[in-house]
């Protein structure tokens, strides 16, 4: 459809508006206008961002329909289209940012409480380490040393959750 002698083909191409007075203008007029009895054609570029992205056309059954005023509003009607769509981009993109900062804060939060939940964890484990009662037992000090092992990879974990300025605090 965006053939260089089809109404879009040669809209994207000149990058500006492109009229059809009729049906002799030595374009091909689309199937649908030409069984509907369209005589006249006018389309001007929707663009995004200075690159076309679309047309907005308009017919009429009238040959030599459109002047100079059917094309400055349906350029001023393009602009709103294009306006608007940009607006719809930009929301959409703010929530989606939101989104994650709202993600993100949540995370933090949970690896924070964790990070807490670990410290004491880490003390007890340091407290039953230095007990004189498991200093004598092997398989005792065995298992404390799994469980701190256990805590500081937590902890590393936790660690990468966290916001990056808050990573230098967690220590264990």
Do not use: W
Request: hydrophobic share 40%; with cysteine.
């Amino acid at each position: 459809p965006n053939q260089p002698d089809t109404l879009p083909g040669q809209v994207l191409r000149v990058g500006r508006a492109v009229l059809i007075p009729d049906d002799e203008a030595g374009f091909a007029m689309p199937e649908n206008c030409r069984t509907a009895g369209m005589q006249a054609m006018l389309a001007v570029p929707l663009s995004d961002r200075g690159r076309a992205i679309g047309l907005v056309v308009v017919c009429s059954k009238l040959p030599q329909r459109f002047g100079a005023d059917e094309l400055r509003f349906l350029e001023s009607l393009s602009n709103l289209l294009a306006t608007s769509l940009q607006r719809a981009q930009s929301e959409d993109a703010l929530k989606h940012a939101q989104r994650l900062e709202s993600v993100g804060q949540l995370t933090g939060g949970i690896a924070h409480d964790f990070n807490n939940l670990l410290t004491v964890i880490n003390g007890n484990l340091q407290v039953l380490e230095e007990l004189p009662a498991l200093a004598a037992d092997a398989y005792g000090q065995q298992l404390v040393a799994a469980a701190s092992r256990a805590s500081r990879r937590g902890a590393e974990l936790t660690g990468k959750l966290l916001p990056r300025r808050s990573k230098s605090q967690v220590t264990l």
